[in-house]
């Protein structure tokens, strides 16, 4: 079946604009995941969702930035008046549960976000 | 909170040789290990992965062994290839409930003809 995808997959945005990031989970995933991949920090934890609810939010920089997940399906992250240290690759990752475990996540290609 | 320590990179390697990547962690409880690997101009995906101690995870010919005592999780191959070389990552996800992952650093191995 279809894996993880993400739009755009590249995006170039001047600083002090808004943007949004979408992903689409892998079908009947209840678990899915936000990171941030830079050159800087490495890959980091943002925000995790389970079903249209995110009990851990514990990773997002700054109120800047947000998510939401509707249908307990698709998810967008949004980043509100970009600044340059927004630079990076956001990728999505969704898992299903078994009992209160967690399988293996499975990632999407990304979103290169540039902020000039 | 909890981190992932691994060596830095690049790693470079003549084909054939032995592959080690050093990974350590600091955790509360009892996490899960894993090692996901990014090659050139694709995404992750998992390589493999350990949930308890002592377990050893396995897959192409890679292996890394879960060890409490040390609190590692070295990756080895015993015979790199040339199709090996990617950026590799150590990540462990808590016993709590989210299942959120915490990665290394990541190290480049770059295996030369």
């Known amino acids: 079946g279809a894996g993880v995808s993400q739009s755009p997959s590249n995006k170039v945005t001047e600083k002090g604009k808004d943007v949004e990031l979408r992903c689409d989970p892998i079908s009947g995933h209840t678990a899915l995941y936000w990171y941030r991949q830079s050159l800087g920090q490495g890959l980091e934890f943002l925000i995790y969702?389970?079903?249209?609810?995110?009990?851990?939010k514990s990773g997002l920089p700054s109120d800047r930035f947000s998510a939401e997940r509707t249908g307990g399906s698709v998810s967008t992250l949004t980043i509100q008046r970009t600044q340059q240290e927004d630079s990076a690759v956001y990728l999505c990752?969704?898992?299903?549960?078994?009992?209160?475990?967690?399988?293996?996540?499975?990632f999407g290609p990304g979103t290169r976000l540039t902020v000039l | 909170g909890d981190s992932v320590t691994q060596m830095e990179g690049p790693v470079t390697l003549s084909e054939e040789a032995f592959l080690t990547i050093n990974c350590t962690y600091t955790a509360t409880g009892y996490p899960s290990l894993f090692w996901y690997v990014q090659y050139p101009g694709e995404g992750l995906q998992l390589l493999l992965k350990a949930t308890k101690a002592d377990d050893k995870g396995s897959n192409k010919g890679f292996e890394a062994t879960y060890r409490k005592e040390t609190t590692s999780f070295h990756l080895e191959k015993g015979s790199v290839q040339v199709s090996d070389s990617a950026v590799y990552f150590c990540?462990?996800?808590?016993?709590?409930?989210?299942?959120?992952?915490?990665f290394g650093q990541g190290t480049t191995l770059q295996v030369k003809p």
């Open positions: 990540a462990l996800s808590s016993s709590g409930n989210t299942g959120k992952l915490i």
């Open positions: 969702f389970q079903g249209n609810s995110a009990p851990d």
């Open positions: 990752a969704s898992s299903s549960r078994q009992g209160a475990s967690y399988n293996e996540q499975f």
